[in-house]
């Protein structure tokens, strides 16, 4: 747990302030819907209770000072309001001056330099989308100093914007979204080209999300992304030929088999598959959880993985050795990896009372087989950034 009060005091410390307000933006993870943002299909990501919080004041004299306590070595950073251009020396602190750039850039008023602690308690190299967290927790922050009427869904397109072009990666928006949008006890279906989102119910009053980190570092994602993602441009391009189809994502499974010939390679149409098939899923995980099918819901999951393992090859021993342990337990509804893939995290639901179970089971059983330790998290679904002052007084 977090020492919000420990937070306090280094805030109070370093900025010599008393008088501050305290922020929180969530982590987020993805329940179902893996690699297909960029096929035109739908994701299913939900907020979780690690995040990020943010300790904050305005001050007097236009410079901003941040300060990290998951990156002490590196001080506080100050930057002028004058100057806001990316900096790598600034490290970290790009991703609040990004989001303070551009808001004054889209004429919100933030007229003053403020102080800002940040602590991060999101499993460090977890994939849990730390960067957007730090976003977004920044444009509540900045929301909540300077009295700004941001669009919620504004907000989380300047963390996107942030992220793309003044850091530099080329992400989509599911990250920001869950993270700004989310909601307690809910998934969003969201369909990353339109942005038209529903919330889901996730009833689990009995059961834990587990979220079984790899701890193996993502080599292959970056490359192996970007190969997977001109394999599924070309599989659409030899559609076109026989379909009007502008993403992978229009197309419905029995579509799919009546038209994979036209690919006219394996390879390509186990990835395209891959698109299709969990493209579906995840439009059948809204409709299962709607009805409270728990049970249906962990059976989409399952096969997610295995699409994920087999046709679109992503997976890796690490990732398969988890998922493939946590199938094997009792209590245990679903389980896959999450995330792009080739190391990061796996997530199952398994039942409260398996649990203890179940962490030690698949982590001796990951130990045997990987060498090395898998780290577990019990997390919980929660709202999306906001301000918390009034929460934890």
Not at 4 to 9: G, V
Not at 326 to 335: F, L, R
């Amino acid at each position: 747990m977090i020492n919000l009060q420990k937070c306090e005091n280094v805030f109070k410390e370093k900025f010599n302030q008393g008088d501050y307000r305290i922020f929180f933006s969530p982590g987020r993870i993805n329940l179902i819907g893996e690699h297909t943002d960029y096929n035109g299909g739908n994701v299913f990501p939900c907020a979780i209770t690690f995040g990020t919080y943010a300790i904050a004041q305005k001050n007097n004299d236009g410079i901003v000072r941040v300060y990290s306590m998951n990156f002490e070595e590196k001080g506080i950073i100050e930057f002028s309001l004058e100057d806001l251009d990316y900096k790598k020396n600034d490290d970290w602190a790009n991703y609040p001056k990004g989001m303070i750039r551009y808001l004054i850039e889209d004429g919100y008023g933030i007229n003053s330099g403020m102080d800002i602690l940040f602590y991060g308690n999101i499993p460090n190299g977890a994939g849990l989308s730390s960067s957007a967290s730090i976003e977004l927790a920044t444009g509540v922050v900045l929301e909540g100093l300077f009295n700004l009427e941001i669009n919620r869904i504004d907000l989380v397109r300047v963390g996107k914007r942030v992220e793309n072009n003044f850091i530099g990666v080329n992400s989509g928006i599911m990250d920001q979204f869950a993270i700004g949008m989310g909601k307690a006890s809910n998934g969003i279906l969201l369909d990353c080209q339109t942005l038209e989102y529903s919330y889901a119910p996730i009833k689990l009053s009995n059961h834990n999300i587990i979220i079984m980190n790899t701890n193996k570092r993502r080599e292959l994602a970056d490359s192996k992304y970007n190969e997977r993602r001109s394999e599924c441009e070309e599989a659409l391009s030899r559609l076109q030929k026989e379909t009007k189809i502008i993403s992978l994502g229009e197309l419905t499974e029995e579509s799919f088999e009546k038209y994979k010939n036209v690919i006219d390679n394996d390879i390509l149409i186990k990835r395209a598959k891959h698109a299709v098939y969990e493209n579906v899923r995840t439009i059948k995980a809204l409709k299962e959880l709607k009805q409270g099918n728990l049970l249906a819901f962990g059976k989409l999951m399952n096969e997610s993985h295995i699409s994920l393992r087999d046709d679109y090859e992503v997976t890796g021993k690490e990732l398969d050795t988890l998922a493939e342990a946590a199938w094997k337990q009792p209590g245990v509804v679903g389980a896959r990896m999450t995330g792009a893939g080739f190391g990061g995290c796996a997530i199952a639901i398994v039942e409260k009372e398996h649990t203890d179970n179940f962490i030690n089971e698949v982590g001796r059983i990951y130990k045997e087989a990987i060498g090395y330790e898998a780290a577990f998290y019990v997390a919980n679904i929660g709202d999306g950034a906001r301000e918390i002052t009034q929460e934890v007084v």
